[in-house]
């Protein structure tokens, strides 16, 4: 015997089309390794605006036109150093540069309406003296496209 | 030392707070666990998620976590650990080949393939937000990116707090060098260009500042300098702690950047998340909490004895919710399941022992008790009723519990000696064989039986 019959869930309200990314890294050269479209909710974004000179590292959905539709900002993926922790309580975190960072890591972005392409912006490795503004160093097609054409550097 | 040294087996949700469509998902994987360890595993998993939400803020956003186990075998017990490091020189055959020494001369840096990480937590949970491995040593170690990863010594789980700031929220490290203070000569003066992260800031304008609406107007802007950016700053904090401001040295450069407190876990592990680190998750994870529930009807009450206090209600979406008072506080709503209409009764016949009753879209009068420390399974005690039931306990193993029929007459049931009765039509006149059900001798036929009876 049971309680009448109950969907286990109320329909989702928030939850949205997305695309999870994976990518491998060369230093700032970057590959798409796969695409897989997830039914999930995306924290929120960060402003579409007013970021130009900024420094750092984040992923934008763009139209077809380019224009911005999301942007996150992001903890640079790119491991140039290596975070290192210590039990010891005068200095309980520290880095170590990484000489050729490579690896992979994961993004997932809404799949919104107009969606076309998925830009990364860096600034780079963080150098003492002069940093350049944040530029593009790659964009993907968030749907898949013709063999050789995913991935490119601008 | 490769996925051929073990099996992911599966994967329980051990933090269960609805559709992972629409919760925060973290994902907990395992390495250096043979088969016989998942059970302590399973404990070390459970004792980060009680750690998890225990931590401000995700104590009061846990509603909107998800966590689950990913359990994942090795042919071996532990973690490469190389004598080049000053390990013990065992190599062990795991599943992500877990290693300490990942970074030359660095015992702790203790690191897994987080290729094989991601791809497991992909296919395991599609939905995945964050990624962590808990390997299987005492030895101290860990590091951050795609996934974090930590060991079983005292106080590594830091790590894995300290990682999802990054991963998860964005965060910059607020700590004032790169190596080490003292231990380099080009960390001095942060590169210029503002950082994009929410907890570094080029700018201790009290004007302009990005967290400026944090900062009490007694605070002084900048709150700290550092007299000598050749070292990382010595001064102690001259605010109180948790005072936001602006304190210089931070994003890994002893001056020119500054972060909001003295203190805070993206600057010192074993510290709390600084008042704007805080902000920033409860912003990032304010859409996965589940809405705010809303009722039909009215709440039925009941309590067992001091200090205990529990409470019931019809959802909108026809599910009954419970919550309790215990140990001073208000308990989570627990959604109980199943469709009604209507009004629930509870009542409890002592200590520890809850029982509740409501009338499904049905017609049918369901109960469902609280006993030996959880809930059991809802029980159809079939007729057909329109309205709310009521009920009432004389005392311990004594139930009695009423509703209206459609047909319009009230009826009585009751559990005694370990089962319930029959229905008893108390709309005709009192019979001897009622008066028998009343007080306990039920059974028989019972006139006018409630029309329908799904049991």
């Not at chain 2, 360890?37 to 070390?44: N, R, V």
Request: aromatic share 8%; glycine share 10%.
């Amino acid at each position: 015997m049971s309680a009448p019959d109950r969907p286990d869930s109320t329909p989702s309200q928030r939850s949205q089309a997305a695309v999870r990314l994976t990518f491998a890294y060369d230093g700032d050269d970057v590959r798409l390794l796969s695409r897989h479209r997830v039914e999930m909710t995306i924290p929120p974004g960060d402003a579409l605006e007013g970021h130009e000179a900024q420094a750092g590292f984040w992923a934008e959905v763009r139209g077809v036109d380019g224009r911005v539709l999301h942007r996150r900002v992001i903890h640079d993926p790119i491991q140039r150093s290596v975070e290192l922790f210590s039990d010891d309580p005068e200095q309980t975190l520290s880095r170590v540069p990484v000489e050729r960072p490579e690896g992979v890591f994961t993004l997932v972005v809404p799949d919104v309406e107009d969606a076309d392409h998925v830009a990364l912006i860096s600034s780079g490795p963080q150098l003492p003296g002069a940093r350049a503004a944040a530029r593009e160093i790659a964009r993907f097609p968030l749907r898949p496209s013709p063999p050789g054409s995913q991935g490119r550097t601008p | 030392m490769s996925t051929s040294d073990g099996s992911v087996v599966g994967t329980t949700r051990i933090l269960d707070h609805g559709p992972a469509s629409q919760r925060w998902n973290l994902v907990i994987m395992g390495d250096g666990y043979q088969a016989s360890q998942l059970g302590q595993f399973a404990a070390d998993a459970q004792r980060f998620v009680d750690t998890l939400v225990a931590t401000p803020p995700f104590d009061g956003l846990h509603l909107a976590l998800n966590v689950f186990r990913v359990d994942v075998t090795s042919t071996d017990s532990g973690a490469d650990d190389p004598v080049s490091c000053g390990g013990t020189g065992i190599l062990a055959r795991t599943y992500f080949d877990a290693s300490f020494c990942s970074r030359p001369n660095i015992q702790r840096a203790l690191a897994v393939n987080n290729a094989t990480a991601l791809a497991v937590a992909t296919a395991q949970v599609p939905q995945f937000h964050m990624a962590m491995v808990i390997v299987n040593s005492t030895v101290y170690g860990g590091t951050g990116g795609a996934v974090a990863t930590f060991s079983l010594a005292s106080g590594a789980t830091e790590i894995g707090l300290h990682e999802m700031g990054h991963t998860a929220f964005g965060f910059a490290d607020e700590y004032a060098y790169l190596v080490g203070c003292g231990a380099e000569t080009d960390h001095d003066n942060h590169p210029p260009g503002e950082p994009a992260q929410p907890n570094v800031t080029l700018d201790a304008n009290r004007a302009t500042n990005k967290w400026r609406d944090l900062v009490a107007a007694a605070t002084p802007m900048p709150t700290t300098r550092n007299a000598a950016c050749t070292k990382c700053d010595p001064q102690a904090s001259p605010v109180p702690a948790g005072t936001v401001g602006a304190f210089e040295g931070a994003d890994l450069f002893h001056c020119g950047a500054f972060r909001p407190e003295f203190t805070c876990r993206m600057q010192a592990l074993n510290n709390p998340f600084c008042t704007v680190c805080q902000r920033v998750i409860r912003r990032k994870l304010s859409p996965f909490l589940p809405p705010p529930l809303h009722f039909a009807g009215s709440p039925a009450a009941v309590s067992w004895g001091p200090g205990r206090l529990d409470f019931f209600a019809i959802g909108t979406d026809g599910a009954m919710y419970q919550r309790a008072w215990v140990d001073d506080h208000f308990g989570d709503w627990v959604n109980l399941g199943g469709h009604f209409a209507g009004s629930p009764a509870a009542v409890s016949w002592g200590p520890g022992r809850l029982d509740f009753f409501a009338i499904g879209t049905d017609g049918a009068m369901y109960q469902r008790a609280w006993v030996d420390d959880h809930f059991g399974d809802w029980v159809n005690l079939g007729g057909h009723f329109t309205g709310s039931p009521a009920a009432v306990s004389w005392g311990p193993g004594r139930l009695d519990f009423f509703a209206i029929g459609t047909d319009g007459a009230m009826y009585q049931r009751a559990w005694v000696d370990d089962h319930f009765g029959d229905w008893v039509n108390l709309s005709n006149p009192v019979t001897s064989r009622e008066l028998m059900a009343l007080t306990g001798h039920v059974g028989g036929t019972v006139p006018q039986h409630p029309r329908v009876n799904n049991e």
